[in-house]
């Protein structure tokens, strides 16, 4: 089964003080016995590592860009049709508090590589795609 991974997902997975990071531990063992395809973008690792970047500064940030290329994760480059998909989502929204541009690309990528499960701890994805739980 192939599973997009959200920056929020990876975020509570490396960062020990955050609200879901024994969640994310769990649910990854979990997913582990389930034989799944973890698959992310280019803009997935650009959030996830810009983040911890803010918040622990460059070595850690460095420490996971390069633990992240180094495995076994798919990674999914974006492409101008993605993009024009991603700004299709965000435009068609009816609120400025639904979605971010980001999170509107990850739905287009996922629906550009036919993935229709997200792990993620972001509600509003369930509007567009299978959270996974």
Not at 7 to 13: C, D, N, Q, R
Not at 42 to 50: F, H, M, P, Y
Not at 100 to 127: E, N, P, R, Y
Request: glycine share 2%; hydrophobic share 40%; with cysteine.
């Amino acid at each position: 089964m192939n599973v997009f991974v959200d920056a929020s997902f990876l975020i509570a997975l490396f960062h020990t003080h955050d609200a879901f990071h024994t969640k994310a531990q769990t649910t990854l063992k979990k997913l582990k016995q389930d034989s799944f395809q973890p698959i992310y973008s280019n803009i997935v690792l650009a959030e996830t590592t810009n983040f911890l970047f803010r918040l622990k500064g460059p070595k850690t940030a460095s420490k996971l860009f390069k633990l992240i290329q180094k495995s076994d994760i798919q990674e999914v480059p974006l492409t101008k049709e993605t993009f024009e998909v991603g700004y299709e989502i965000l435009f068609s929204q009816k609120s400025r508090k639904d979605m971010g541009f980001f999170d509107c690309l990850h739905v287009a990528t996922m629906k550009q590589s036919s993935i229709d499960t997200i792990l993620t701890f972001d509600s509003h994805f369930k509007k567009y795609v299978r959270v996974y739980d």
